[in-house]
């Protein structure tokens, strides 16, 4: 039986327990809970782990950040962005923001945004296209780039389940123009309950997100513009202060995990696709295969939580489906009518990897 507990988050905890304790208690001891040393120790060491010239503000959630990652550009009503319809969590940030959301399909090459159709929907109002770096495959930002060469667009990361990936060596977060990452508990690197963070090059538009995370103050009870409360608190900046250092070794074990489910399952299923020259981060593992509802419920039977990201494309949503024609994205409809999420986490041991396997292998072949 592999364990239930969602992505391995009760082992992951075990692991490290007493240290985690002891960062608690350090917090607890201090008396600062809310934007104290902790978070701005922690946003110092993650700017630095995705590169030179960074800076990394912290916010409340993922959602948030991709919400002040457009704000602090001003985008807002009016203008349009355009998002992959396959990632589900992303458009509810910029909704957030104010600005239009435009859906785009994705492509079979990687699962993430397809660049000629991110080109296709390009209009004047067009001021950003978020480029989800999905599953941990990163997003083509080259091509990104090509098709808004000259234009006043800017590309956000979403980097939420990215931790760890790049393109010939460049991490992602290092690759657009701004970025937004979340620290929800199951992410490569997780906190013990919500968190995120927005990363940049300019300290203007790093200034501009610790203003709007804090109703828009430049000092305290001055707000110069309507923002939020959107703060990483001291105790979760203290958890990740922990994880950080051990993230590359976990991803490395993850992708080793892919690694043994590629040489298991490759001539059974489609496994996940892997760009030339792009490192897949593993956040996680879907494989495609027809009978997609059936071989979950298989599987689930036989003691293996598996599961599907996502049943249900962002246009097909009701919150955005008024918005948008369905006949417009074949291959994000098809994805999510065949991939299935296999267990994918770095605290997995290899016996548990081999029964994966062969419960899979069962499966599809109707053993």
């Known amino acids: 039986m592999i364990p239930m507990s969602p992505a391995g988050l009760k082992e992951a905890a075990a692991a490290h327990r007493e240290e985690l304790l002891a960062a608690i208690t350090r917090v607890v001891d201090s008396g600062w809970y809310v934007l104290g040393p902790e978070v701005e120790a922690f946003e110092a060491e993650f700017a630095a782990w995705i590169g030179p010239d960074q800076h990394a503000v912290g916010v409340a959630t993922g959602t948030d950040a991709l919400e002040l990652a457009l704000r602090a550009y001003d985008i807002g009503p009016g203008d349009e962005v355009i998002v992959p319809t396959n990632a589900l969590p ?3 940030g910029v909704a957030a923001s104010g600005a239009t959301v435009v859906f785009v399909d994705v492509r079979e090459a990687d699962y993430n945004i397809d660049p000629e159709r991110a080109a296709e929907a390009l209009t004047d109002r067009t001021r950003a296209i978020v480029a989800v770096h999905l599953y941990g495959h990163p997003a083509d930002i080259p091509a990104l780039r090509a098709i808004t060469a000259g234009r006043d667009i800017v590309i956000v990361e979403d980097c939420a389940q990215a931790h760890g990936a790049a393109i010939d060596g460049t991490p992602v977060g290092a690759l657009g123009d701004i970025a ?3 620290f929800y508990p199951t992410k490569n690197l997780g906190a013990l309950g919500d968190g995120g963070a927005v990363t940049t090059t300019s300290s203007d538009i790093a200034a501009r997100v610790r203003s709007l995370r804090m109703y828009g103050e430049t000092q305290r009870y001055n707000s110069v513009e309507v923002g939020t409360n959107s703060r990483l608190d001291e105790l979760q900046a203290a958890v990740l202060r922990l994880k950080l250092p051990l993230l ?17 399952l490759r001539d059974l299923v489609r496994v996940p696709p892997v760009r030339t020259g792009y490192t897949h981060a593993r956040h996680l593992y879907p494989v495609g ?3 997609r509802d059936a071989a979950l419920r298989e599987l689930q039977e036989r003691g293996i939580p598996a599961g599907v990201h996502y049943p249900r494309c962002a246009h097909q ?6 918005a ?3 006949d417009t994205f074949p291959v994000a409809e098809s994805l999510s009518h065949r991939l299935l999420s296999l267990p994918m986490h770095p605290h997995l041991t290899d016996a548990q990897v081999e029964a994966v396997i062969a419960a899979m292998a069962e499966v599809a072949t109707g053993a």
């Not at 590359?248 to 298991?264: C, K, N, T």
């Not at 949503?317 to 008024?322: G, H, K, S, V």
């Open 289 to 291: 295969l027809d009978g």
């Open 248 to 264: 590359m070794h976990q991803v490395e074990r993850r992708q080793a995990i892919a690694a043994a489910y590629d040489d298991g």
């Open 180 to 182: 937004a990452w979340s």
């Open 324 to 326: 948008t024609s369905a």
């Open 317 to 322: 949503q009701p919150a955005f489906a008024p």
């Open 90 to 92: 992303t458009p509810y």
